[in-house]
């Protein structure tokens, strides 16, 4: 039987090897607009400072904007919610990490979200239908899926693949406005005139194609990672059953978090918006079906040490 040790080695090289995708997309991408343009490497050097600025912004200040974005407050202490600040600091002190700050979302919906740039700038929030309405070891659960994100660093991750998103998008979006506005070759032989031409028709099938690939590698990505931190989280509490409960309460709520969007979506344990995920709306969710999540806790079985 599989170990939790073997689910986290499998979705960490799953997880590389979309990204190693993204970079891929991303050479072909420079290689086509390298072959099409006269304009030499400025407008790819261009869209690299502009997307590179985006993400070393949403670095530094991306967990606030999205503790601000969410309705958050706090951070609170241990005197203004015993029970749930003694249970992240146990967590904390289990896995090893400083104790993180710690956000009240006000929504019945059961949700929980990890945010920071690394572990000693982490946040967690929880929302209050969380705390009220699990029990102790479904709360753990949630919370340890939750520090498994801070511990794996995902939120760095997930940045990395955020500006490889608009990297790509922001390329196939250069290569036609450039194209339209008179860049490239002109004149030449007939032959020249033909290898303008296929180049200009794959620029074409790039600038539809490209942001369409990149979004939904984004989206298996996040996936990806919310396999990871179930599976880490099992490990923190060696209790993967916790989870799994808490997982199928949350399949029967309908109620979405009033301050949900698209931007911090994928920061949830579970889609915000709602957790019914059905048919070709699997590709394009942030986040897996819970189904097949509390299949993969319950294959786990007993936590190996």
Do not use: C
């Not at 102790?136 to 995902?154: C, F, I, K, M, Q």
């Not at 301050?259 to 709602?274: D, E, Q, V, W």
Request: hydrophobic share 50%.
């Amino acid at each position: 039987m599989a170990t939790t040790y073997d689910y986290i080695s499998a979705n960490r090289r799953r997880s590389f090897v979309l990204v190693a995708v993204f970079i891929l997309i991303i050479g072909l991408l420079g290689w086509t607009i390298d072959q099409a343009l006269e304009a030499g490497s400025v407008f790819i050097v261009i869209g690299v400072l502009v997307a590179v600025g985006m993400a070393v912004g949403g670095y530094f200040g991306g967990d606030r904007l999205a503790l601000v974005t969410s309705g958050a407050h706090g951070p609170i202490d241990r005197q203004d919610n015993p029970y749930l600040w003694r249970m992240v600091e146990n967590l904390s002190i289990t896995a090893g990490l400083p104790v993180p700050q710690i956000y009240l979302i006000d929504s019945p919906q059961i949700n929980a979200f990890a945010t920071g740039r690394d572990l000693k700038h982490a946040s967690v929030a929880v929302t209050t239908g969380a705390v009220e309405r699990l029990e102790n070891e479904e709360l753990e659960g949630v919370l340890a899926h939750e520090l498994s994100h801070v511990r794996n660093l995902d939120i760095r991750f997930m940045t990395l693949v955020t500006v490889l998103v608009g990297i790509i998008i922001m390329f196939g979006d250069l290569f036609w406005r450039t194209r339209w506005l008179g860049g490239g070759r002109r004149g030449g032989n007939r032959s020249a005139g033909q290898v303008q031409a296929i180049l200009l028709l794959i620029g074409l099938v790039l600038l539809i194609l490209a942001p369409i690939i990149a979004r939904l590698l984004q989206f298996a990505v996040s996936r990806r990672r919310e396999f990871l931190a179930d599976a880490a989280g099992a490990l923190l509490t060696r209790y993967p059953e916790g989870l799994a409960r808490a997982l199928e309460k949350i399949a029967q709520t309908t109620e979405p978090l009033s301050r949900a969007n698209n931007a911090t979506a994928h920061l949830f344990i579970s889609n915000p918006f709602g957790p019914s995920v059905r048919g070709l709306a699997k590709l394009f969710s942030t986040h897996p079906p819970i189904p097949e999540r509390v299949a993969a806790l319950r294959a786990m079985g007993g936590v190996d040490s």
